[in-house]
């Protein structure tokens, strides 16, 4: 069971140019993208949400880990299955920089999920909705990432890693959104040591027992040396 946890949001691939969610840029194409990123929305204007991910994945193979997704992986190296990272973010920039041990709560840009039998496939290609699923061969494909109102992904092990940790540390993330937003507490009641990194205070700085304000390829690197 790993030690260390660490949390990361959209503020760890800020710097690689992914934009976020809530900062004065978190707009594509003049709508919120809470508005876009909703299963309603996807029932109501499915191209509009197609071309929403589409532009995504387009756009992040155009992007590259910076050091903050860097140090993480020297951390990993170094300590091995003691550290697990558990990712908010749909983009594999942990991955490119060479973690292993992450999980995609909120899924990932680069699968596609089967509406009908529940299959998740590698996708890389534009996600019209005509192509067949592998697995079932209906065509019901949709972005396999978590929107509001659905159930994130790995909440068994996160909770698991949660309550055995001996230090939980949040990079990059709001704490807007629930429930990773609460897992500071759930590993403050287990006894975890807690450190926030962010750009200014999250909502949920004050739980933290420290919090460092930056930019996350300046504290990350530092955090780890
Ligand atoms: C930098 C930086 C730099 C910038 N360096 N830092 C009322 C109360 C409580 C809960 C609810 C409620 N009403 C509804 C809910 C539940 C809802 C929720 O939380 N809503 C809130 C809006 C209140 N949550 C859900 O519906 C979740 N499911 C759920 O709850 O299921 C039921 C359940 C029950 C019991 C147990 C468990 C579950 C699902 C949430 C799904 C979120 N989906 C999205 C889209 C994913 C797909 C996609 O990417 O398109 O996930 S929304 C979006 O927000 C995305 C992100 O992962 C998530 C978090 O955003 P994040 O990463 O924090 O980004 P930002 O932009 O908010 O913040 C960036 C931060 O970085 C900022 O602080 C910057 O300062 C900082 N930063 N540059 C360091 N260079």
Known sequence: MPQLVVLTGAGISAESGVPTFRDADGLWEGHHVEDVATPEAFERDRPTVQRFYDARRAALAGVAPNPAHQALADLERAVGEDLLVITQNIDDLHERAGSRHVLHM????????CRTCGGRYAWDGELVSEPGCPGCG????RPDVVWFG???YELDRIA???SKADLFVSIGTSGAVYPAAGFVQHALMYGARTLELNLEPSEGS???H???HGRAGDLVPAWVR
């Open 106 to 113: 909120h899924g990932e840009l680069l699968k596609a999920l």
């Open 138 to 141: 209906v065509a019901d494909l």
């Open 150 to 152: 659905e159930m994130p």
């Open 160 to 162: 698991a890693a949660l």
């Open 206 to 208: 004050h739980l933290f």
């Open 210 to 212: 420290e919090a460092r």
